[in-house]
């Protein structure tokens, strides 16, 4: 018995395995200028850094942009997403490392771990099928975790695909 909980100790403990990062499009950086909003456009994240930067969709897809097919749980739709890592907007905000905060237009807030982001290629998705994400299929701008059942099983991750997202910053 000694030895099967040590076991289980040792698994519970066991860092997860790191995800690949599909990177797609340029090579962009998560720190550079970016380029200021096009006329009319809507400003979409709240990144909350040292100070707010307020970034538009232009802007977003100016920084680095990872894309996968996932499912989204409560559509029960698949979509390939394209999106921002959250690792490069928590590295743009100078909080990489830190458990994050997400908040949402509908006043939902939850918090994604570093140990997750940091390891996984979750994203603020604002693409899906090539396409502005409509705010019947929760855009514009989501969460999506990676298709990954084992590493992010619906509970407890479900809460953590928060949709109509409005700011990121550090909890
Ligand atoms: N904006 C927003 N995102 C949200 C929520 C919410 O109320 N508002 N609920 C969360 C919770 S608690 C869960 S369980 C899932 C809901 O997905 P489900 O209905 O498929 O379980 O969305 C998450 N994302
Ligand atoms: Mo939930």
Redesign the pocket.
Known sequence: MCAALLGLGAQALRAPAALPFPYVGPARSALGPLPPPRSGERPLLNLRGKTTETLTLSQLRALPATRYNST?????QSFTYQGVPLRDLARRGGFAGRDLRVT?????V?TITASDYMTAPIMVAYEAGGKPIPTLK?GPL??VFPPDPVRFP?RPY????????RSVGPR
């Open positions: 989204q749980p409560q559509l029960g949402a237009e509908d006043g939902f939850a929760k989501l969460i619906r479900g809460s953590q695909w928060v949709w109509f997202v």
